[in-house]
C-alpha cells in the first residue's frame, strides 16, 4: 500500500483544481490508475472538498468573504441579508428564519493598506475577536464580512462593534473605520 | 492474499481461469481509481459511477476473451480505457442523459467503497482556524470550485500565489482532520 514515490500533495491539489499542464496531467494519472496510496490521498482532498463547499453553503462560517461569492449565492437563490452601518455609525440589525447568510459591509478607504484586521468587539468595546490580515481588494472601498447565520439565529439581542484597522509595516495601526450593529433578537428562543 | 497479489497477478489470474474470486478482487481494487478519474474529469458523482461500471465491464471482457495480451499492463488498459469512455460520454451526453432517466439507478456490477468520512463540525473547526487569506482562498475554491485566475483577480494576489494559500490551507486542513498525507 506504501508508495516509494509518492505524488506530491501541491501536484495532486492542482491537478484536481485541473491547474497542470496536459503532459504533468498524463504523469499524475499513469500513476494513480496503479497506487492506491495516492488515489486515497486525492479521495481525501476531494471529500474535503465538498464537505467545505457544503460548509460554505451552510453560511456558518465566520469570514472575510469576496463579493464574487455574495453575486454567486444569490444567484443560486440564497437569501441573503445585508447591513452596512455608516462609517464611524450604528444599525439596528436582526436576522429571520428565512435567512441563509448574514452579511456585514464596512465601508473604508482601503487604499494604500499593506494589511488589514477587522475587530469584533463587545459593546463596551473590549475585544472579541481579531482577524489578522483579512483579504481586501485596495480599490473595493469596502469589506464584507459574513457572521456565521446559525451564531445569529441563536444569539440574544446584544450590540457588536467592529472596527477596520490597517497595520502598517513598523506595526503602527490605524483605525480606518468603526461600526456598531445592534441586533434585536426576533426569532423565538431562550432569553439571553 | 489479495493484498500480497500485484495488479497484474490479479489479471493473469483473471485471464488465465475466470475465476470469480480473482475478479471481484481486481474488480475492487480498480473500482476506487477509476471513479476517482470520473469524478475529477466528469465532475458528477454519478456519471463517476457510470464509468466506473462501464470501464470494469470493458477490462473484464477483455480478459475474460483473452484480449489483453499483456497482463501486466492491465492499468495502462483500464487507464486508457478510462480515457475513451469519458470522451464517449462527452459525445453522447445527450443520448446518456436520455438513458439514465429511462434507467434509473439501475443494477451496479461493484459495491464501491465509501469515501473516508470526515465530522462536519471538526471540520468546520478545522476551516475557521485558518489564516483569514487561507480560509476565504480554501473556501471560494471548493465552493463552485472557482478557478484559481478568478480568485486571484478577487483578492488582488497572484494566481502563483492562490495555488501556494490553497496549497497550504489544505495540508492544515486535513492535519486538522487527523492523519497524514
Redesign the interface.
Known amino acids: 500500500?506504501t508508495c516509494h514515490s509518492?505524488i506530491d500533495?501541491?501536484v495532486l491539489?492542482?491537478?484536481?483544481?485541473g491547474?497542470l499542464s496536459a503532459s504533468e496531467e498524463e504523469k499524475v494519472?499513469?500513476h494513480?490508475?496503479?497506487?492506491?496510496s495516492c488515489?486515497?490521498?486525492?479521495?481525501?482532498?476531494?471529500?474535503?472538498?465538498?464537505?467545505?463547499?457544503?460548509?460554505?453553503?451552510s453560511g456558518?462560517?465566520?469570514?472575510?468573504?469576496?463579493?464574487?461569492?455574495l453575486d454567486?449565492i444569490s444567484k443560486e437563490g440564497f437569501r441573503v441579508r445585508e447591513y452596512a452601518p455608516p462609517l464611524g455609525g450604528a444599525i439596528d440589525c436582526t436576522v429571520t428564519a428565512e435567512d441563509d447568510f448574514l452579511i456585514g459591509r464596512l465601508a473604508a478607504d482601503l487604499r494604500g493598506a499593506a494589511r488589514i484586521d477587522?475587530c469584533i468587539c463587545e459593546s463596551d468595546g473590549s475585544l472579541k475577536l481579531r482577524?489578522?490580515?483579512?483579504?481586501?481588494?485596495?480599490n473595493g472601498g469596502s469589506v464584507a464580512f459574513q457572521q456565521s447565520i446559525t451564531y445569529a439565529k441563536a444569539a440574544p439581542s446584544e450590540t457588536m462593534i467592529a472596527r477596520l484597522v490597517a497595520v502598517e509595516r513598523e506595526g503602527r495601526e490605524k483605525l480606518l473605520g468603526e461600526y456598531t450593529f445592534n441586533h434585536t433578537r426576533t426569532m423565538p428562543g431562550p432569553p439571553g | 492474499m489479495e493484498k500480497n497479489c500485484s495488479d497484474a497477478d490479479l489479471a493473469r489470474q483473471v485471464a488465465a481461469s475466470q475465476d470469480r474470486e480473482s475478479e471481484d478482487a481486481l474488480l475492487r481494487r480498480f473500482a476506487p481509481r477509476v471513479r476517482l478519474y470520473g469524478r475529477r474529469h466528469l465532475r458528477d458523482e454519478s456519471a463517476a459511477e457510470d464509468l466506473v461500471q462501464q470501464v470494469l465491464l470493458i477490462t473484464l471482457e477483455a480478459l475474460r476473451a483473452g484480449k489483453l495480451r499483456e497482463p501486466a499492463k492491465i492499468a495502462s488498459f483500464v487507464l486508457g480505457t478510462c480515457r475513451m469512455t469519458v470522451l464517449d460520454f462527452r459525445r453522447n451526453a445527450f443520448r446518456r442523459e436520455r438513458l439514465l432517466q429511462e434507467l434509473g439507478g439501475h443494477t451496479e456490477i461493484v459495491q464501491l467503497p465509501t469515501s473516508p468520512e470526515y465530522d462536519p463540525t471538526q471540520l468546520a473547526h478545522c476551516v475557521q482556524s485558518l489564516k483569514e487569506r487561507d480560509r476565504t482562498v480554501v473556501v471560494m475554491s471548493f465552493y463552485d470550485e472557482h478557478k484559481g485566475a478568478d480568485i486571484a483577480a478577487t483578492l488582488g494576489i497572484s494566481d502563483s500565489n492562490v495555488r501556494i494559500i490553497r496549497h497550504r490551507a489544505i495540508r492544515q486542513l486535513l492535519a486538522c482532520m487527523g492523519g497524514s498525507e
Not at chain 1, 456558518?60 to 461569492?69: A, E, H
Open positions: 500500500m509518492p500533495l501541491l491539489t492542482n491537478y484536481w483544481f491547474s494519472e499513469d494513480l490508475i496503479d497506487c492506491d488515489s486515497q490521498l486525492l479521495e481525501r482532498i476531494i471529500r474535503l472538498a465538498g464537505l467545505t463547499g457544503d460548509l460554505a453553503r456558518s462560517l465566520l469570514m472575510v468573504v469576496p463579493d464574487s461569492f454567486q477587522l482577524l489578522e490580515d483579512i483579504p481586501f481588494d485596495p
